[in-house]
């Protein structure tokens, strides 16, 4: 009998919704009702569920009717490859489906013969976990290779999709050889942008939820393709739910976007007033003086000594500001009030912190609001300064003989809205983000707008990964490959050749020998 090949496998309708009660009664047995401030409850993850219930269903022993299995209707949903692929078990399942099975003339080549198998054993797992107390008898099962790899920093090798002759494609994002973790995407409309996003977001979900050290994300959602409850299902294979939403239409954004200077300088303080001034100036391209300039930076200042160096608020700093007018001018209102007063109008930001940014994963919507306009700016601009606040007091990332430590990705589509301007929190973000396990993928329609007057985006990016373009400038092309003649020709009619899904990724290891081509070209996993 062939091997049971355990990949390319549908979900059973309803599979995650069932599996929910025993998440809930196993969360129950293993936590406290109360932790201290520095520990957190244990929460299951759907691939560690789907193990669980796969493996009590194959440890009961009755016969198995292939006319009952044939009546498990399947989703189109995918299980996740890692699902089974943990620990490197794929033999011993195998083995153990065969074993159970033996008595049935089954064709295992049809990947809907084994997802009705495995779907089945993991509902019959289910149905005898929730029953009495077998469930108790289960948690007390562990093994001592589990143990020690929960404690170690996981490989985020991710696989992203195939090179020719479907050779897996994989992006190391965290082995002590790499320098940085920075991802550059640049992909036109209709050419797998999104998907390829998705299965980043999969993939280093999927390697490390199971781990002391999973990789959390915060996705800017411009487009509202990943928060739309239609696509709510995608949201299983990256280990979040409906929670995870952060919608500023009908809620503002649980954080104050302020830094707290209590027990700071002064200087911090000016400091921050200017930084402060100049984006709320950027982020509408507004036209100002420098007296207006200034009148602004003060009432920064002004805003924190009413609050006693406490987080301020748009409200504070526009009553400041017009403190500061000449009386005739205060009724009147000019460029900086325009911005200040929408801020204020549409309540972005809540006046104080209710989630922890970094410590979770998060999706912004943001297709309620115009790209270029001020208020998506705003909320992209003052999240990713508040993330560099929270950065600021994190120790440094963990390091193993193997790789280091990725705590979280801020994820930007349409970055080019943000590129356009000096946006020091954008370059702090990259900077501080390499010492403290964080790190940020950027995508835009065309590699030209990484070409920032302000900042060195590609000497910053591990993996520039190019995709279908309208088009691409020459210079572009010479410097990201360090080519000319005919290996810039080819390298640039492979880009214009390429099909949806598809990408241009620099082959480091060509370039440094001096040999070979240097690019690969990768067929991303389709996803969504």
Same mark, same amino acid.
């Given at each position: 009998?062939e091997?049971?090949a355990?990949h390319?496998l549908?979900?059973? $309708?309803?599979?995650l919704s #069932? %599996?929910?009660?025993?998440?809930?009664k196993?969360?129950?047995?293993?936590?406290? +009702?109360e932790?201290?401030?520095?520990a957190?409850?244990?929460?299951?993850?759907n691939?560690?569920l789907q193990?669980?219930?796969l493996?009590a269903g194959l440890?009961?022993n009755h016969?198995r009717?292939w006319?009952?299995?044939e009546?498990?209707s399947l989703d +189109?949903?995918r299980i996740?490859?890692?699902t089974?692929?943990?620990?490197?078990l794929?033999?011993?399942?195998?083995?153990l489906?065969k074993?159970?099975?033996n008595?049935? $003339? /089954?064709?295992?080549s049809v990947a809907a013969?084994?997802?009705r198998?495995?779907?089945?054993?993991m509902l *019959?797992?289910?149905e005898?976990l929730?029953d009495?107390?077998?469930l108790?008898?289960w948690? #007390?099962i562990t093994?001592?290779k589990?143990?020690?790899?929960?404690?170690?920093?996981? =490989?985020?090798?991710?696989?992203?999709?195939?090179?020719?002759d479907?050779?897996?494609?994989t992006?190391?994002?965290?082995?002590?050889? /790499?320098?940085?973790?920075?991802?550059?995407?640049?992909g036109?409309t209709?050419?797998?942008? +999104?998907n390829? =996003?998705a299965v980043?977001?999969r993939?280093m979900?999927?390697?490390?939820?199971?781990?002391?050290?999973?990789?959390?994300?915060?996705f800017?959602d411009y487009?509202?393709?990943f928060?739309?409850?239609?696509?709510?299902?995608w949201?299983?294979?990256?280990?979040?739910?409906d929670s #995870?939403? =952060?919608?500023?239409?009908?809620?503002p954004?649980?954080?104050?976007?302020?830094?707290n200077?209590?027990?700071?300088?002064?200087?911090?303080?000016?400091?921050y007033a200017? $930084?402060?001034?100049n984006?709320?100036v950027?982020i509408?391209?507004?036209?100002?003086?420098?007296n207006?300039?200034?009148?602004?930076s003060?009432?920064?200042?002004?805003a924190?000594?009413?609050?006693?160096?406490?987080?301020?608020s748009?409200?504070?700093?526009?009553n400041?500001?017009?403190q500061?007018?000449p009386?005739?001018?205060?009724?009147?209102?000019?460029?900086?009030?325009?911005?200040?007063k929408?801020?204020i109008?549409n309540?972005?930001?809540a006046?104080e912190?209710k989630i922890?940014?970094? *410590?979770?994963?998060?999706?912004?919507?943001?297709d309620?609001?115009?790209k270029d306009?001020?208020?998506?700016?705003a909320i992209?601009?003052?999240?990713i300064?508040? %993330?560099?606040?929270?950065?600021?007091s994190?120790?440094?990332?963990?390091?193993s003989e193997?790789?280091v430590e990725?705590r979280?990705?801020?994820?930007i589509?349409e970055a080019?809205?943000?590129?356009?301007?000096?946006?020091?929190?954008?370059r702090?973000?990259?900077?501080?983000g390499?010492n403290?396990?964080?790190?940020i993928?950027?995508?835009?329609?065309?590699?030209?707008?990484y070409?920032?007057?302000?900042?060195d985006?590609y000497?910053?990016?591990?993996?520039?990964l190019?995709?279908?373009?309208?088009?691409?400038?020459?210079?572009i092309?010479?410097?990201l490959?360090?080519v000319?003649g005919i290996?810039?020709?080819?390298i640039?009619?492979?880009i214009?050749?390429l099909?949806l899904?598809?990408?241009?990724?620099k082959?480091?290891n060509s370039?440094a020998?001096?040999m070979?081509?240097?690019?690969k070209k990768?067929?991303? +996993?389709?996803?969504i």
């Amino acid at each position: 009998m062939e091997e049971v090949a355990i990949h390319n496998l549908r979900q059973s $309708e309803g599979l995650l919704s #069932a %599996l929910q009660p025993l998440k809930q009664k196993i969360e129950k047995r293993l936590n406290l +009702s109360e932790y201290r401030k520095d520990a957190k409850p244990i929460s299951l993850n759907n691939n560690l569920l789907q193990r669980i219930s796969l493996a009590a269903g194959l440890s009961l022993n009755h016969k198995r009717n292939w006319a009952e299995i044939e009546q498990v209707s399947l989703d +189109s949903l995918r299980i996740h490859e890692t699902t089974f692929s943990r620990f490197s078990l794929q033999h011993l399942w195998s083995g153990l489906i065969k074993y159970r099975y033996n008595h049935l $003339e /089954i064709d295992w080549s049809v990947a809907a013969n084994r997802s009705r198998v495995i779907n089945f054993e993991m509902l *019959k797992g289910l149905e005898y976990l929730m029953d009495d107390d077998n469930l108790d008898e289960w948690l #007390a099962i562990t093994t001592k290779k589990g143990k020690e790899s929960f404690g170690k920093i996981p =490989l985020l090798d991710l696989n992203i999709g195939t090179y020719q002759d479907d050779i897996p494609a994989t992006l190391n994002l965290n082995g002590r050889e /790499i320098p940085n973790t920075q991802i550059l995407i640049a992909g036109s409309t209709g050419s797998g942008k +999104s998907n390829l =996003l998705a299965v980043l977001m999969r993939e280093m979900r999927s390697l490390t939820v199971e781990t002391a050290y999973p990789v959390n994300f915060l996705f800017f959602d411009y487009k509202g393709e990943f928060s739309d409850p239609e696509n709510r299902s995608w949201f299983s294979h990256f280990e979040i739910d409906d929670s #995870a939403i =952060l919608d500023p239409i009908k809620a503002p954004l649980p954080f104050s976007p302020f830094k707290n200077f209590v027990g700071k300088t002064q200087n911090e303080i000016n400091l921050y007033a200017t $930084e402060l001034a100049n984006a709320i100036v950027s982020i509408d391209n507004a036209r100002m003086s420098a007296n207006m300039s200034n009148r602004l930076s003060e009432a920064v200042i002004a805003a924190y000594r009413t609050t006693k160096n406490k987080a301020i608020s748009f409200q504070i700093i526009l009553n400041e500001y017009v403190q500061l007018q000449p009386e005739k001018d205060r009724a009147k209102d000019d460029s900086i009030k325009s911005v200040l007063k929408q801020l204020i109008r549409n309540n972005l930001f809540a006046s104080e912190d209710k989630i922890d940014l970094i *410590k979770n994963s998060f999706v912004v919507k943001m297709d309620g609001y115009p790209k270029d306009g001020p208020l998506a700016k705003a909320i992209v601009y003052f999240i990713i300064s508040k %993330l560099n606040t929270i950065y600021e007091s994190l120790p440094k990332q963990a390091v193993s003989e193997e790789c280091v430590e990725i705590r979280h990705f801020t994820i930007i589509d349409e970055a080019h809205y943000m590129l356009d301007f000096d946006n020091k929190p954008l370059r702090d973000l990259i900077a501080v983000g390499r010492n403290k396990g964080l790190s940020i993928i950027l995508a835009t329609q065309n590699m030209d707008s990484y070409k920032s007057a302000y900042f060195d985006f590609y000497a910053n990016a591990q993996y520039p990964l190019i995709m279908k373009q309208q088009s691409i400038t020459d210079s572009i092309i010479k410097d990201l490959f360090g080519v000319s003649g005919i290996e810039f020709q080819e390298i640039k009619e492979s880009i214009a050749g390429l099909a949806l899904g598809e990408l241009i990724l620099k082959d480091s290891n060509s370039i440094a020998l001096g040999m070979g081509k240097k690019f690969k070209k990768i067929k991303v +996993s389709r996803f969504i």
